[in-house]
T-cell receptor, first 110, second 113 residues
Framework: AQTIHQWPVAEIKAVGSPLSLGCTIK??????LYWYWQATGGTLQQLFYSITVGQVESVVQLNLSASRPKDDQFILSTEKLLLSHSGFYLC?????????FGPGTRLTVL | GEQVEQRPPHLSVREGDSAIIICTYTDSATAYFSWYKQEAGAGLQLLMSVLSNVDRKEEQGLTVLLNKKDKRLSLNLTAAHPGDSAVYFCAVSATSSGQKLVFGQGTILKVYL
């Protein structure tokens, strides 16, 4: 069975500080991987997707970047956090038309 | 691009009653339809997904109906119980890879005793 892990579980960071969020998936080779962002009480916004190692497509511009250094790993990062980056970050993998989400990372930017 | 409207934004039902959530979409090429449940502070859990050639699907007290003519997708929780209290999202995709899954705004469901 596939399992998806995210780290850290939660972060409290200062405006202007760097950020790195991680996601790994086990039990699935060459998965399509996604980063989603969810504002408190809001819907989900797709940020990035990746269909293979080293290839990442950006969906929206939020002063964030993503990388896929390994087949099972997806990283979300920024060098300078903004207040608007606060929210819930979810990693997911996808067979056609479905998404299986990780547990998420709660980010608070102060 | 695809637009999805979900309603109601809030729904309260008594235990044992049914709860119905509806999404409408705009792209007639939409091929994949799914429903997700999000409990407080947690990620999303896939409840059920259907392809565009399916009009109705039932699983474990959940019924998904797809009306392609009206571009409407619904989720019916029959005999809701307090453990069903959560936020529910519909999501649709026009591509087979799911790369452009578009989510509804979410429905906060509360089931009371």
């Amino acid at each position: 069975a596939q399992t998806i892990h995210q780290w850290p579980v939660a972060e409290i960071k200062a405006v202007g500080s760097p950020l790195s969020l991680g996601c790994t998936i086990k039990g699935k080779s060459s998965p399509n991987l996604y980063w989603y962002w969810q504002a408190t009480g809001g819907t989900l916004q797709q940020l990035f997707y990746s269909i293979t190692v080293g290839q990442v497509e950006s969906v929206v511009q939020l002063n964030l970047s993503a990388s896929r250094p390994k087949d099972d790993q997806f990283i979300l990062s920024t060098e300078k956090l903004l207040l608007s980056h606060s929210g819930f970050y979810l990693c997911a993998w996808s067979p056609p038309g479905e998404l299986y989400f990780g547990p998420g990372t709660r980010l608070t930017v102060l | 691009g695809e637009q999805v409207e979900q309603r109601p934004p809030h729904l309260s039902v008594r235990e044992g009653d049914s709860a119905i959530i509806i999404c409408t979409y705009t792209d007639s090429a939409t091929a994949y339809f799914s429903w997700y449940k999000q409990e407080a502070g947690a990620g999303l859990q896939l409840l059920m997904s259907v392809l565009s050639n399916v009009d109705r699907k039932e699983e474990q007290g959940l019924t998904v109906l797809l009306n392609k003519k009206d571009k409407r997708l619904s989720l019916n929780l029959t005999a809701a119980h307090p453990g069903d209290s959560a936020v529910y999202f519909c999501a649709v995709s026009a591509t087979s890879s799911g790369q452009k899954l578009v989510f509804g705004q979410g429905t906060i469901l509360k089931v009371y005793l």
